[in-house]
């Protein structure tokens, strides 16, 4: 029996704490644990005893990259106990900042995080070196997106203007026309770089995964529609906790997701496009189609031409926004503070991010629950890697280690909102 142990100290290009253990004997891998020993936040216990319209900014608070979707979510759980419905120009001012959150989130990744993985470079400064000029197209559509939040939601990171029922100031016209030249810029930039991104080399692994997502009749999901799954799944946000659990696990801080009487899941990019792939508008079905995507992708590392169509969505939608925006009369809608049990999800560029809350008369929050999308994924984590060392099993270990890493990469993790730290450990037998 031979045993061999791999270090890697830290897999830069995603967030967080963790270690992953893989136990080979033979030509069989019999043990794959993706642990996240990052410390617990404890934001559902900050939550409690706050007044509900607290909620947007704090949980704001819980990730950098995408906050929207945790504010999104928190609001939508408290407009649905207190009857709010917010329509018209209100809601399509979520959208677009939405569109600000997908476009940011989703270029980092591709260019500055995941990227390198596929053209054999330690990261996006050597990577940029080669390919400077689509380093900087990158970074100017990143920029956009960033924009875009900053106009509406008050700031880049962890915007103060998303409130209960709306927001608590609107953009001007012509504030938001100032973003139509970046915008049109970064649509054809991005158009050219999902090309660039077709020319990678994708490790086969084709994965039969329930497909978990938001779905709207009439849109892409960002945010409202019901929950519905490749597997037959349509729920209504109220039905979620009593089919979806979370569940503590030996080996990791985070909590795994699992699909009541099914399993492991998969939220993210490819359950978005595999769900709703027909809502998507004209110009992204083509940039599919340009890059060889069928209606149905199973493959995880192609999810990153998956959010290059998507990215492609998210401007195009900004556009559309824009060009028919009035501003509204008032910044949200009014309403009065009921008792009551609330949920919400949205479309977190990494996947659904659920929340439920339950507020007393006052308006204070007496319980709270928030599902992320990356403990969601985290089983799914694990099978695909489980699969990926079983097929590679000819490789050297530090082969295998950089192909683990790239498996990884492929959901974006982000528990910090995910893994900073990865510690990998093969034991052949």
Known sequence: MSTKTLKVDILARVE???????KVKGDSVEEVKFRIYEPPRFFEAFLVGRKYDEAPDITAR????????????SVHAMESIMGVHVGGQLRELRRLIYCGEWIESHTLHMFMLHAPDFLGYPDAISMAKDHRQAVEKALKIKKTGNDIVKTVGGREIHPVNVRVGGFYKVPRKETLVKLVDPLRYSLDASLELLQLLATFEFPKLEQDYEFVALSHPGEYPFTEGRIVSSRGVDLPLSEFESNFVEEHVEHSNALHGNHIGHGAYHVGPLARYNLNHAKLPDIAKQAASMVGLKESVNNPFKSLLVRGVETVFAIHEALRIIKQYEEPEDPFVKY?????????????PRGIC???????AQGVIRKARIMPPTSQNQPTIESDLKELVRRNLDLSDEELTLKCEQAIRNYDPCIS????????KIVRE
Request: hydrophobic fraction near 40%; include cysteine; glycine fraction near 12%.
């Open 417 to 424: 909102c995910a893994t900073h730290f990865l510690k990998l």
């Open 354 to 360: 659920f929340h439920s809350y339950e507020i007393d």
């Open 336 to 348: 009065e503070v009921k008792a009551g049990v609330g949920h919400g999800c949205s479309e977190a």
């Open 62 to 73: 819980i990730c950098g990259i995408c906050p929207i979707a945790y504010q999104m979510s």
């Open 16 to 22: 967080g704490e963790g270690a992953m253990f893989v």
